[in-house]
């Protein structure tokens, strides 16, 4: 029995080529969690995270496909990016639809990986003038979250965007459920305000 545990990606990534779909399957799930957290970590204005798991495994899947193993940068690095940029287009594509600033999401981990998408993809869609604006009106939102969100809000969000459920939250804050569902609302209610005033 193949033990693809004990298997570098770039090995497993050859036996998926050669057709071995329980490789792909590791694979899928080995990263899975990895697609969780960056799809946590983008508040979409009026999206699902249901939905930014849905493109970060897209993602996933063009990494995959397209990983080139004679390129310096390792399968997990390029995993990295090419997940990022699946779920960073879905956000922007939503947010053209309603005509909203190109860069309508909070990004709590940093912009470092955008920086580098352009050097490890070869390619980027948009411009250096875009990305430095985007990146300007994201430092905007995220000064004054710190300053409108309660210290509450804060650790709300600070919980849920590292993965932790309604439910968690609620227990670690020892508050009901429901109080925890409210303060996601008004999180996203002012990051609305905030982006309209930008």
């Keep these: 029995m193949v033990k693809y545990s004990q298997m570098a990606d770039e090995k497993i990534i ?24 960056k799809a946590r970590t983008m508040f979409l204005i009026g999206g699902e995270n249901d939905d930014l798991i849905q493109e970060g495994m897209i993602g996933l899947y063009k990494a995959i496909r ?11 690095s390029f995993a990295s990016v ?10 922007n594509a939503s947010n053209r639809k309603k005509h909203t600033p190109l860069n309508s999401y909070i990004s709590f981990s940093g912009l ?7 050097s490890v993809s070869g390619q980027s869609e948009r411009s250096p003038e875009e990305l ?3 990146k300007e009106n994201v430092s905007m939102i995220e000064y004054y979250l710190e300053r409108e969100l309660s210290k509450f809000e804060l650790e709300v969000l600070r919980m849920y965007i ?14 009901k459920p429901k109080a925890i569902d409210n303060a996601l609302q008004r999180i996203r209610s002012k990051v609305n305000n905030i982006i309209a005033k930008l």
């Design 112 to 118: 470092e990986e955008e920086e580098n998408i352009h």
């Design 162 to 175: 590292e993965g932790a459920g309604y439910m968690e939250i609620a227990e670690r804050m020892d508050k």
């Design 66 to 76: 397209d990983y080139e193993m004679d390129k310096e940068a390792s399968f997990a």
């Design 14 to 37: 050859e036996l998926i080529r050669d057709g071995d779909n329980k490789a792909m399957d590791y694979m899928l799930n080995k990263y899975k969690n990895i697609v969780r957290i």
């Design 82 to 91: 090419c997940i990022s940029r699946q779920i960073y287009t879905a956000v």
């Design 132 to 134: 430095i604006i985007d």
